[in-house]
């Protein structure tokens, strides 16, 4: 490969099909144009369809990571925020620039599990509670219906999910949201729909949610406005994608584990592993594969990998077994020189 193989950022590999391509091309025509409102209460109206809720209950921005941030400061200065550790960076940052008071329950190891006690003690007063489901960066999911439902009904708590990876995950609380005021749900068009530069992020917003967001927060790029349009009126490619992506993930997941790794299950589109080879993202990045390095979140050995198309991942694959092949051999020229 002449570039980089970049497995680090949880992008998509592919590309959108032609017609999404086609639509951003038409917004391109009107640039020197806002965004026109009547197509964005059409998205809006989309979305609604697609997560299964009413159009009021949509909020639409600029990506899921600023609709977090914006909840963090308008909620979050004045409650405790309640957050897990590991969690989505960005949203930790601007919490624990923000928020007047913050509290991080971390994982529990070895298997990352989120302790239902300590967080529900936790929210004996006024709380903001931000839990990314699945977890970014371990990929795994924290929270069923029964801990959520028990959260929802702790008095004066607000409760938002990050269900960025909900395509792959297949669970959502959406159902919920028409009945409990105090739940939003974040998520994206970036993942799935292979839609990351354009940027769109939504809410499905509980009642005490929607007054913070003014309908000027939802003005979008013209190019990004169609693009994400078309996706949602044509998603077949998108499901069809996220197939191949689970596909893909379950062999990746095969073929680290028989080269030592230690691999954790996921419901995203990357993987989490711990590895024998010492600093691999170091290694890695010096053979010109691009994964996140989380030794300095989770511990040496940790790396997060995001899934490519199948010859991507073989390309990771034969790079990564021939620096387990390399450090093999010189463990053995050293035991031969000094055991």
């Known amino acids: 490969m002449s570039e980089c193989l970049k497995l680090d950022l949880n992008e998509m590999p592919c590309s959108p099909p032609e017609n999404v391509v086609r639509a951003a091309r038409r917004g391109l025509l009107s640039l020197n144009r806002y965004a026109d409102r009547h197509a964005l209460q059409r998205l809006a109206v989309l979305l609604a369809d697609y997560a299964g809720v009413g159009g009021e209950q949509i909020v639409i921005g600029p990506g899921s990571d600023l609709l977090l941030r914006e909840i963090v400061l308008c909620f979050g200065r004045r409650r405790k925020v309640v957050m897990v550790s590991p969690t989505f960076l960005p949203t930790a940052e601007v919490a624990g620039r923000f928020a007047g008071k913050l509290v991080s329950i971390r994982l529990d190891r070895p298997a990352f599990t989120l302790a239902r006690e300590p967080l529900l003690r936790e929210l004996n007063e006024p709380s903001l509670v931000i839990i990314d489901n699945p977890n970014n960066p371990t990929g795994k999911l924290l929270v069923d219906r029964e801990i959520v ?190 055991g």
């Open 149 to 338: 439902e028990e959260i929802l009904d702790q008095p004066d708590t607000l409760l938002v999910v990050d269900e960025a990876y909900f395509e792959f995950s297949g669970l959502t609380f959406a159902d919920k949201i028409a009945t409990h005021a105090n739940l939003a749900l974040a998520r994206t068009m970036d993942n799935a729909f292979a839609l990351a530069g354009a940027r769109i992020g939504y809410l499905l917003a509980g009642q005490a949610f929607l007054g913070a967001f003014s309908a000027a927060f939802s003005f979008l790029p013209r190019p990004s406005l169609e693009a994400a349009i078309e996706a949602l009126l044509h998603q077949d490619y998108m499901w069809k994608n996220v197939q191949s992506i689970v596909h893909e993930r379950e062999r990746l997941s095969r073929e680290l584990e028989m080269q030592g790794a230690v691999v954790f299950p996921s419901s995203t589109n990357f993987l989490l592993l711990r590895s024998k080879i010492p600093a691999p993202a170091e290694e890695l990045r010096e053979r010109c594969v691009l994964v996140m390095d989380l030794s300095s979140q989770l511990g040496p050995g940790f790396i997060r990998v995001n899934l490519g198309t199948p010859r991507e991942n073989d390309a990771f694959l034969k790079t990564y077994r021939s620096i387990r092949n390399e450090k093999k051999e010189q463990e053995n020229v050293h035991e031969h020189r000094f």
